[in-house]
C-alpha cells in the first residue's frame, strides 16, 4: 500500500512527492519492516494542538504527533505535523523549510519502526538516525526535491 498524504484547513502542498515516498518505503524496507498503511496528514497549529489536548492530554503545540497502529512488522501509522511550526522551527534551527519537513516526516517514521524520545539518550539516537536518512536523500537527489 502507498504512502498517502492528505491536508486538512493548509494551504500547503508537496509539490512533488515520488522521491520522496520511495526513500521512506526505502528505509522502512531497510530497516526490516514492511509498508501498510502510513498517513501524513499537513494541518495547523491548531488542529495539532487539539489532537494533543484529547489525545495525548498535553495543552501545547508541537510539530509531529504519530499514532502508532503497526501489526507486528508492518507500518501502519498516521502521522500529524503543523506546517505552521515546521515553518517556524524551520527559522528557529536555521535550515531550510524543506530540510525540517524532511527531518520531521523522517521522525515520524522512526516513532513507527521503534525509535523515541522520552529521555536525552533516546532523542541523541534519534536525531542521530533522522541525520542518516536526510544524508541519504540528499545523496540520492541531490537536493530536496519535493
Given at each position: 500500500?502507498?504512502i498517502?498524504?492528505?491536508?486538512?484547513s493548509?494551504?500547503?502542498?508537496l509539490r512533488r512527492?515520488?522521491?520522496l515516498?520511495?526513500?521512506?518505503l526505502?528505509?522502512?524496507?531497510r530497516?526490516?519492516y514492511?509498508?501498510?498503511?502510513?498517513?501524513?496528514i499537513?494541518?495547523?497549529?491548531?488542529?495539532?494542538?487539539?489532537?494533543?489536548?484529547?489525545?495525548m492530554k498535553?495543552n501545547?503545540?508541537t510539530?509531529?504527533?504519530?499514532?502508532?497502529?503497526?501489526?507486528?512488522?508492518t507500518?501502519n501509522?498516521?502521522?500529524y505535523?503543523?506546517?505552521?511550526t515546521v515553518y517556524?522551527?524551520?527559522?528557529?534551527?536555521?535550515?531550510?523549510?524543506?530540510?525540517?519537513?524532511?527531518?520531521v516526516?523522517?521522525?515520524?517514521?522512526?516513532?513507527?519502526?521503534?525509535?523515541?524520545?522520552?529521555?536525552?539518550?533516546?532523542r541523541?539516537r534519534?536525531?542521530?538516525?533522522?541525520?542518516?536518512w536526510?544524508?541519504?536523500?540528499?545523496e540520492?537527489?541531490?537536493?530536496?526535491?519535493?
Amino acid at each position: 500500500m502507498p504512502i498517502k498524504i492528505f491536508y486538512d484547513s493548509v494551504n500547503f502542498r508537496l509539490r512533488r512527492s515520488i522521491n520522496l515516498k520511495n526513500y521512506l518505503l526505502d528505509n522502512i524496507k531497510r530497516k526490516g519492516y514492511l509498508l501498510g498503511d502510513l498517513r501524513y496528514i499537513f494541518v495547523t497549529d491548531q488542529v495539532l494542538l487539539d489532537i494533543n489536548k484529547e489525545f495525548m492530554k498535553h495543552n501545547y503545540f508541537t510539530d509531529i504527533i504519530t499514532f502508532n497502529y503497526n501489526n507486528n512488522k508492518t507500518v501502519n501509522g498516521e502521522i500529524y505535523i503543523s506546517i505552521e511550526t515546521v515553518y517556524r522551527n524551520s527559522k528557529k534551527y536555521g535550515v531550510s523549510f524543506k530540510n525540517e519537513l524532511l527531518r520531521v516526516m523522517v521522525h515520524g517514521v522512526l516513532h513507527l519502526i521503534g525509535y523515541d524520545d522520552k529521555d536525552e539518550t533516546e532523542r541523541k539516537r534519534m536525531r542521530g538516525e533522522e541525520d542518516i536518512w536526510i544524508k541519504g536523500y540528499l545523496e540520492r537527489h541531490g537536493k530536496i526535491d519535493f
